[in-house]
């Protein structure tokens, strides 16, 4: 009907708008997903190898790996 193609289209309109007055926030969010995804995808890989010893980790900061 007219009436909700024009309901429809405001939404639309009211969505578009307020993405674009919230980009900033919307990459913010984005942003901290991914980190998120990311963070735990390398959780899950340390899990599958052997611990690392705090020698090796500090050989590894001093160039000596």
Same mark, same amino acid.
């Given at each position: 009907?007219?009436?909700? !193609?024009?309901?429809?289209q405001v939404l639309k309109e009211a969505i578009? !708008?307020?993405?674009?007055e919230?980009?900033?926030l919307l990459? !913010? #969010?984005f942003t901290d997903v991914l980190e998120d995804l990311a963070l735990a995808e390398a959780i899950r890989?340390?899990?599958?190898? !052997?611990?690392?010893t705090?020698?090796? #980790?500090?050989?590894?900061?001093k160039g000596r790996a």
């Open positions: 009907t007219i009436q909700s !193609e024009a309901f429809k578009t !708008e307020t993405l674009r919230q980009r900033d990459y !913010e #969010v890989e340390g899990q599958q190898t !052997e611990p690392a705090r020698e090796g #980790v500090l050989d590894i900061l």
